[in-house]
């Protein structure tokens, strides 16, 4: 049992989960909590490392018991170190760290979400879960957005990460990509563009939501093909970008007659 938190291998899980450059040097990321490693395990994800503690439930344990044997490396820790390399207050007894891994694209695009410089956790795992729930086939976030493997994201993105591809280009390679795919682009604004309600949606497109302080980049602006609103009849500035991205998907999927 490892109960020092000075070891090598939990100052090691300690850096990954503080800082995106250490998650990309290695090329893992860490996932805590019973079921996002059921989300990762019923995925197919690469396991490095297993640390778990004595509390552990049969939930749990039952999840360690299915990588004895396995390459995974397994490692029984105590309550204290747990908390130290936790990133919630009350952890659940078992952490896991993972490969870092691009699920592919499909041959055609057809529905792709683009998050420009969208820079809350929250809101970044709000969003990659509700395209997942969505039927989206790839997320793209352009160059100054935030880590999608970071702790928080990781959490509220509910195991999106797992059935979601994500990738991080600058808008130009974007841009290229989704003209190539014949994607019509679509800008969400709080005004001046047409309703979401009343916008076609049941072509190829690409959908745009930008950063919650400053929205989409100029040049994002610029390529857009059309830009269309959320019509907030009890007034308002502008919605959340996780709310604002969860009601134009459910729009499209809904104009689309998508099937569970």
């Known amino acids: 049992m490892i109960t020092s938190t000075q070891n090598p291998r939990i100052q090691w899980v300690r850096r990954l989960q503080g800082k995106s450059k250490y998650r990309q ?22 396991f490095r490392y297993i640390f778990f503690t004595e509390t552990l439930g049969d939930r749990g344990k039952k999840l360690v018991d299915h990588f004895i044997g396995s390459e995974t490396k397994l490692e029984l820790i105590s309550a204290n170190v747990m908390q130290a390399i936790s990133d919630t207050k009350n952890p659940q007894g078992i952490l896991a ?14 529905f792709v979400l683009i998050l420009d410089r969208l820079r809350d956790p929250g809101n970044l795992g709000a969003i990659l879960r509700t395209a997942a ?13 935030v880590d999608a493997y970071s702790p928080k ?5 509910m195991g999106a990460q ?14 290229n990509q989704v003209k190539s795919a014949s994607l019509k682009i679509y800008l969400a604004t709080s005004g001046g563009g047409i309703s979401c309600y009343e ?30 609103m959320i019509p907030m009849p009890g007034g308002g500035d502008s919605l959340n ?10 729009e499209i999927t809904r104009q689309r007659g998508s099937k569970p």
């Open 199 to 228: 916008a076609g949606f049941q072509h190829p497109l690409a959908l745009i939501i930008g950063g919650e302080a400053d929205g989409a980049s100029d040049s994002i602006l610029q390529s857009a093909d059309s830009r269309v």
């Open 25 to 46: 040097a290695d090329n893992v990321f860490v996932i805590e909590g019973v079921r996002l490693i059921e989300e990762a395990q019923s995925a197919n994800w690469g």
């Open 97 to 110: 760290v993972l490969e870092m891994k691009s699920l592919p694209l499909p041959g055609r695009l057809d």
């Open 133 to 145: 729930a969505a039927n989206v086939q790839a997320v793209f976030l352009t160059t100054g957005s």
């Open 162 to 175: 797992f059935r979601l591809p994500i990738q991080y280009k600058d808008w130009i390679e974007i841009k």
């Open 241 to 250: 970008a996780a709310v604002a991205a969860g009601i134009l998907l459910f």
């Open 153 to 157: 994201v990781l959490r509220a993105g």
